[in-house]
Structure formats: C-alpha cells, structure tokens
C-alpha cells in the first residue's frame, strides 16, 4: 500500500505563505490523482485541491487563486503552495490518494 508522509506546515502570519509536501512511498505514484484535505477544529475534513495524474487541477472556490496544487513524480512528491493565508485556513492537512492510507497530516496556523 502506498504510504505518504505530509510536511512543511507551521505559524504563519495572516498574508503569509506555506508550501506543503507530501512524499509517497512505494510504486505508482504517478499514475494516482493526488489530493490535499484539510480539517479544521470541530469541522468535517473537506477536499480543498486535486491533481490528476496529467496534471490537471481543481480547488474549492474558498481557495481558488491562492492556493497551487502541484507534482513532481520523478520525486514521488505533491506540493501544496498556499499564498495570502488566512485564519481560516488554519487546520490539520492531509494528502491522499486513492490506494493510500490517511497519515497524520501536518498542521498549518494562520494567527497573529
């Protein structure tokens, strides 16, 4: 089973910017799309990017121009580019693919 270790989170400043890294181990990983979760405190996890195996994207309209989804198969790795954050964007994100388990994702604040 392919397994995918989340990183790169952290405080931030409102206005700030992260990028998120998820590397997978194991074969195939290019063939899946890849997929960037977050959840909140007391809120379901929701899908907020997405990235098919060619490369096409698709984001939740509350981070549509902020956020860049992205992949590197030759490194078995997705990135997540997050640009003029906001508190609300705080949460616990995770990366996901279809045959993968859910990890521990990596925890982004967004606080003054």
């Known amino acids: 089973q392919l397994q995918l270790v989340e990183s790169g989170g952290g405080l931030v400043q409102p206005g700030g910017s992260l990028r998120l890294s998820c590397v997978g181990s194991g074969s195939f990983f290019s063939i899946y799309a890849m997929y960037w979760y977050r959840q909140a405190p007391g809120k379901q996890r929701e899908l907020v990017a997405a990235?098919?195996?060619?490369?096409?994207?698709n984001y939740t309209d509350s981070v549509k121009g902020r956020f860049t989804i992205s992949r590197d198969n030759a490194k078995n790795t997705a990135y997540l580019q997050m640009n003029s954050l906001k508190p609300e964007d705080t949460a616990v994100y995770y990366c996901?693919?279809?045959?993968?388990?859910w990890g521990q994702g990596t925890q982004v604040t967004v606080s003054s």
């Open positions: 990235i098919t195996s060619g490369g096409s994207t």
């Open positions: 996901k693919n279809r045959v993968s388990s």
